[in-house]
């Protein structure tokens, strides 16, 4: 297993959790697309989009999930010069129908986050 299909798990796992609106990968996608266009954005713009409850409740699993260090992870992987960005999608043992699935979800959230 790979670190990135670890962090997918470990963010798929946290956001089932706490009923996030979407899923890891699409949750990363959404970032992608914002700090693509806006890297000096900050992920109080997108926590509306994540959980339902309204932004003050979005701002406190916020908090508590650590949602930051992704964020600020995936601005570091977009301004990395040795272009190394990955998307967060599961590993490639994974069944066909489930990648596809995660990456058609991480594309969606990069189109909205545009």
Known sequence: MTASST???DWSD????FDALVSASECH????????????SSVEA??????????????????ELGIIPLFENTRQDLLDPE????????????PLS????A???W???FLFGL
């Open 107 to 109: 594309c969606h959230g």
């Open 98 to 101: 489930v990648r596809v699935v």
């Open 14 to 17: 946290v956001l089932l959790r």
């Open 7 to 9: 962090a997918y798990l």
């Open 29 to 40: 996608g959404l970032f992608s697309g914002l700090l693509s266009l806006h890297l000096d």
């Open 46 to 63: 997108c926590l509306p989009s994540l959980f339902a409850g309204g932004p003050e409740a979005a701002a406190a699993l916020s908090d």
């Open 103 to 105: 990456l058609t979800e």
């Open 83 to 94: 272009l190394l960005f990955t998307v967060l999608l599961p590993d490639d043992d994974e």
